[in-house]
């Protein structure tokens, strides 16, 4: 693998760069959150400690660069159009395979369809330059320790579990759609449930009143129970990791499973204080 070359990289370099990458951009994004949510969100699509598209970011702009890399402005401007571009075309592609929005970014300013937006465009640049400026020659460093035998036997136990983990990601979001629909049927059968009985109590008298309360009540609580228990099934990690998921073809199902996980939250610290109590 060190004796083949595309452009100025071998092919070992590129593995190596796309894997460390991977690692570095899931970190910064572990650490971003842990900044603005105050605690520890599991970010990236797959469940290992790796986000792939700031691998497949970084080793592409190098590739693409070439010997350009020594050029600060070069660097800036490949930074801003291939992240967006790849940004663009992932979002796009998670939306339209799995049927969901991982993230949006229509409530700022010159987004596209909210997978891209000028602002974080921008910082992509900026992030870029930094990274080949000042991170690319430790990891270059790094990469360059092994042995061509280690390094490729290291890109292959890597690019293993990776495989592996993706294989397990697409099954938990097959599991989450499945789940969304589940919810999304609940909500409407529940929904039309409530608009027959609304309608026949409402048109016989105002003085059952409390027998309208009590049938309210009723329904609310079958219909908290039965979304609690499709909520309880679901692949809670991937909603915690995307807080803006969309789904395409159950828009009212995402609300209702995060309502649903904080309710069983409080139900779960509740009752644990209540035996701390006694």
């Given at each position: 693998?060190q004796?083949?070359?595309?452009?100025?990289?071998?092919?070992?370099?590129v593995?190596?760069?796309?894997?460390?990458?991977s690692f570095?951009?899931?970190?910064?994004e572990?650490a971003?959150h842990?900044?603005?949510?105050?605690?520890?969100?599991?970010?990236?699509?797959?469940n290992?400690?790796?986000?792939?598209?700031y691998?497949t970011?970084?080793?592409?702009?190098?590739?693409?660069?070439g010997n350009?890399a020594?050029?600060?402005w070069?660097v800036?401007?490949?930074?801003?159009?291939?992240?967006s571009a790849?940004?663009l075309?992932?979002?796009?592609?998670?939306?339209t395979?799995?049927?969901?929005k991982w993230?949006?970014?229509?409530?700022?300013?010159?987004?596209v369809k909210?997978y891209?937006?000028?602002?974080?465009?921008l910082?992509w640049?900026i992030?870029?330059?930094?990274?080949v400026e000042?991170?690319?020659?430790?990891?270059?460093?790094?990469?360059?320790?092994?042995g061509?035998i280690?390094?490729t036997?290291?890109v292959?136990?890597?690019?293993?579990?990776m495989?592996?983990d993706?294989?397990?990601?697409?099954?938990q979001?097959?599991?989450?759609n499945?789940k969304l629909k589940e919810?999304?049927?609940?909500?409407?059968?529940?929904?039309?449930?409530?608009e027959r009985?609304?309608?026949?109590i409402?048109?016989?008298?105002?003085?059952a009143?409390?027998?309208?309360?009590?049938?309210?009540?009723?329904?609310?609580e079958?219909r908290?129970?039965a979304?609690?228990?499709v909520?309880?099934?679901?692949?809670?990690?991937?909603?915690?990791?995307?807080?803006?998921?969309?789904?395409?073809k159950?828009?009212?199902?995402?609300p209702l499973?995060?309502?649903?996980i904080?309710?069983?939250k409080?139900?779960q610290?509740?009752?644990?204080?209540?035996e701390?109590?006694?």
């Amino acid at each position: 693998m060190q004796d083949i070359f595309i452009n100025t990289l071998s092919l070992y370099e590129v593995f190596a760069y796309f894997f460390v990458y991977s690692f570095l951009g899931w970190v910064a994004e572990v650490a971003f959150h842990a900044v603005t949510a105050g605690k520890f969100v599991n970010r990236g699509f797959l469940n290992g400690p790796v986000c792939p598209i700031y691998g497949t970011g970084v080793a592409a702009i190098l590739l693409i660069l070439g010997n350009w890399a020594e050029k600060p402005w070069a660097v800036l401007l490949v930074g801003i159009a291939l992240p967006s571009a790849l940004e663009l075309i992932t979002g796009w592609a998670l939306e339209t395979f799995f049927h969901n929005k991982w993230w949006d970014y229509s409530a700022r300013k010159f987004n596209v369809k909210g997978y891209i937006c000028l602002e974080f465009s921008l910082l992509w640049g900026i992030a870029v330059l930094t990274v080949v400026e000042v991170v690319h020659p430790l990891v270059k460093r790094f990469a360059g320790l092994f042995g061509e035998i280690a390094g490729t036997m290291l890109v292959c136990l890597c690019a293993a579990a990776m495989i592996a983990d993706l294989v397990v990601t697409v099954l938990q979001v097959l599991k989450l759609n499945r789940k969304l629909k589940e919810i999304d049927e609940i909500a409407n059968k529940m929904r039309v449930g409530s608009e027959r009985i609304g309608e026949k109590i409402a048109n016989a008298t105002l003085k059952a009143e409390a027998g309208v309360l009590a049938v309210k009540d009723s329904l609310a609580e079958k219909r908290e129970r039965a979304l609690d228990a499709v909520a309880k099934k679901m692949p809670v990690r991937l909603l915690k990791a995307f807080p803006h998921l969309r789904s395409r073809k159950n828009p009212d199902a995402v609300p209702l499973a995060n309502e649903s996980i904080e309710r069983m939250k409080q139900k779960q610290a509740a009752e644990e204080e209540q035996e701390t109590e006694e």
